[in-house]
């Protein structure tokens, strides 16, 4: 086990192998709650494994990892012979507080509404609703309260894509393909176009953005703002201001190891998309058998 005391440098995991920061990131064990928590509060393929990472790295801040997504969450259960939303976040404490007291998670939205059922019990499936275009905000509240009392002392940082579009696409292309991180140790097999697909991943994106937006506005959270596009175009500068943010004002941004997941039919499906949208508006009936490859 690596000692997570100091910044380490950035270790390629073996290609085709479990995510390294899933079985070889325990610290020392942790006896007690910890001193404060740092909730990574994002979506899927917003950056959160490139901030993740970044965060792990530099040291002080935690192993935000997707504890409690349906992906993770078996494994982790089995390995620290656990079960159960409460006794995964207490056997979470023991083994992932860093040595300075703090405990890191990156939360999607979906898991944590699935929390809630397990803490509070009860159906929050409404929660996610908007009902006359507005959300619940008392409910939203209890969510936020919640969310207070189970994780210490907690910071909120949003991570969100401003480009939702392209957000969609990429979540289209990982399920597609069942890569959600690339090190750069294959070729990125072609993905099948799908209209209707990619239209829902980007009307998820857009919808759990502004759950997030409305949870922090009816708990009276003001979390820490961070885009992907920044985290991207000016990752040092974007990953320094977080930092100070969260009181690590001399931690040293690490060397991104995950590298973008770019295809080359990418721009291509784009442009269909944007097409296919515009014709859907007018009562168009977008063809969706073809190869994004082949157009």
């Given at each position: 086990?690596?000692?997570?005391?100091?910044?380490q440098?950035?270790?390629?995991?073996?290609?085709?192998?479990?995510?390294?920061?899933?079985?070889?990131?325990?610290?020392?064990?942790?006896?007690?709650?910890?001193?404060?928590?740092?909730?990574?509060?994002?979506?899927?393929?917003?950056?959160?494994?490139?901030?993740?990472?970044?965060?792990?790295?530099?040291?002080?801040?935690?192993?935000?990892?997707?504890?409690?997504?349906?992906?993770?969450?078996?494994?982790?259960?089995?390995?620290?012979?656990?079960?159960?939303?409460?006794?995964?976040l207490?056997?979470?404490?023991?083994?992932?507080?860093?040595?300075?007291?703090?405990?890191?998670?990156?939360?999607?939205?979906?898991?944590?509404?699935?929390?809630?059922?397990?803490?509070e019990?009860?159906?929050?499936?409404?929660?996610?609703?908007?009902?006359?275009?507005?959300?619940?905000?008392?409910?939203?509240?209890?969510?936020?309260?919640?969310l207070?009392?189970?994780?210490?002392q907690?910071?909120?940082?949003?991570?969100?894509?401003?480009?939702?579009?392209?957000?969609?696409?990429?979540?289209?292309?990982?399920?597609?393909?069942?890569?959600?991180?690339?090190?750069?140790?294959?070729?990125?097999?072609?993905?099948?176009?799908?209209?209707?697909?990619?239209?829902?991943?980007?009307?998820?994106?857009?919808r759990?953005?502004?759950?997030w937006?409305?949870?922090?506005?009816?708990?009276?959270?003001?979390?820490?703002?961070?885009?992907?596009?920044?985290?991207?175009?000016?990752?040092?500068?974007?990953?320094?201001?977080?930092?100070?943010?969260?009181?690590?004002?001399?931690?040293?941004?690490?060397?991104?190891?995950?590298?973008?997941?770019?295809?080359?039919?990418?721009?291509?499906?784009?442009?269909?998309?944007?097409?296919?949208?515009?014709?859907?508006?007018?009562?168009?009936?977008?063809?969706?058998?073809?190869?994004?490859?082949?157009?």
């Open positions: 086990m690596v000692d997570k005391q100091q910044p440098g950035p270790a390629l995991p073996q290609a085709g192998g479990v995510y390294d920061l899933v079985d070889d990131a325990d610290y020392p064990a942790w006896n007690d709650r910890p001193r404060r928590t740092i909730l990574l509060c994002a979506h899927q393929r917003t950056g959160s494994s490139l901030l993740g990472e970044a965060m792990y790295f530099a040291g002080g801040m935690g192993c935000p990892v997707e504890y409690f997504h349906g992906g993770f969450r078996p494994r982790f259960e089995a390995r620290w012979h656990t079960s159960g939303a409460a006794g995964l207490e056997a979470a404490f023991h083994h992932r507080t860093d040595p300075g007291g703090t405990f890191a998670t990156k939360l999607f939205w979906k898991d944590l509404v699935g929390l809630a059922g397990e803490f019990g009860g159906d929050w499936s409404g929660v996610s609703a908007l009902r006359d275009g507005s959300p619940d905000t008392a409910r939203l509240g209890d969510l936020g309260h919640m207070r009392i189970r994780f210490p907690p910071r909120f940082v949003h991570l969100f894509r401003r480009d939702t579009i392209r957000q969609g696409l990429s979540h289209h292309a990982a399920m597609e393909t069942g890569r959600w991180r690339w090190w750069g140790m294959k070729e990125q097999p072609p993905v099948a176009y799908d209209f209707d697909r990619i239209l829902k991943c980007v009307m998820i994106a857009r759990t953005r502004t759950m937006n409305a949870l922090f506005a009816a708990s009276d959270i003001r979390p820490i703002e961070i885009a992907y596009e920044d985290l991207l175009d000016n990752y040092d500068a974007t990953l320094r201001r977080l930092f100070a943010a969260l009181g690590q004002p001399d931690a040293v941004p690490p060397p991104p190891r995950l590298k973008r997941q770019t295809r080359p039919e990418t721009e291509a499906m784009l442009q269909r998309f944007h097409r296919d949208l515009a014709s859907r508006a007018v009562g168009g009936r977008p063809d969706k058998g073809d190869r994004a490859d082949e157009t």
